[in-house]
């Protein structure tokens, strides 16, 4: 079974500061892709960055990159010189091999003034 | 930039009672599918359509839930009888079938569903 797993259901850091949430995942596809999604307290679904399996580059978005380990299935996603924006619950996400995404259980990140 | 649009925003029902969630995909976009999440938890998939017809539903996606793409750009979700339960967030998603950004899922703002 594809599943998704999220460790930290909350964190917290320092406004500028660096913060790394975790992700690990199981799959026997090979070639698949990975998200994170970033719900704001509005509750819409944002795309943040998504890492390609057969890429072994890390995925970069301005502020926001992922350390994507294939062998040992662990997605985590970098966010640095964090801003009070950056508050939100963040999901980890992996597409089904019938193209459904499934979602971890999310990790509520708080930015601290 | 293209988005996908939710309709109700925000609708208050009572339990028994019979709604219907409105989504307008992205144009171009051949995949379509509604989420589920309860204050608080995780984002569940309820169903994913194409070409006309359901192609998957999960086990929450029982008899009283359905889907309908009635005019080739609208796609509904319709709870027949409300539960308590069913109060949550609900979202609409999409995808294209082909090329760059196929596998990435635009979802709408969400529609929130409050059951009494």
């Known amino acids: 079974a594809q599943t998704v797993t999220q460790s930290q259901p909350e964190m917290s850091v320092q406004e500028a500061e660096t913060v790394t949430l975790s992700c690990t995942y199981d799959?026997?596809?090979?070639?698949?892709?990975l998200f994170w999604y970033k719900q704001p307290p509005s509750r819409q679904m944002i795309l943040v960055i998504r890492?390609?399996?057969?890429?072994?580059q890390n995925a970069t978005e301005n502020r926001f990159s992922v350390n994507f380990q294939k062998a040992a299935k662990s997605f985590s996603l970098k966010i640095s010189d964090s801003q009070l924006g950056d508050t939100a619950m963040y999901f980890c996400?992996?597409?089904?091999?019938?193209?459904?995404?499934?979602f971890g259980q999310g990790t509520t990140l708080q930015v601290k003034p | 930039e293209p988005e996908v649009t939710q309709t109700p925003s925000h609708q208050v029902t009572q339990m028994g009672q019979e709604v219907i969630l409105r989504c307008v995909p992205i144009?171009?976009?051949?995949?379509f599918y509604w989420y589920r999440q309860i204050l608080g938890q995780k984002v569940e998939f309820l169903v994913s359509f194409y070409n006309n017809e359901i192609s998957e539903k999960s086990e929450i996606f029982d008899d009283q839930f359905s889907v309908e793409r009635p005019d080739g750009s609208n796609f509904t979700l319709k709870i027949r009888s409300t539960k308590l339960e069913d109060s949550a967030m609900y979202f609409c998603?999409?995808?294209?079938?082909?090329?760059?950004?196929?596998?990435?899922?635009?979802f709408g703002a969400g529609s929130r569903l409050t059951v009494l």
């Open positions: 998603a999409s995808r294209r079938r082909e090329g760059r950004g196929a596998n990435v899922l635009t």
């Open positions: 996400a992996f597409p089904s091999n019938t193209g459904k995404l499934i």
């Open positions: 799959t026997s596809e090979n070639n698949y892709y």
């Open positions: 890492q390609e399996a057969y890429k072994q």
């Open positions: 144009s171009n976009h051949l995949y």
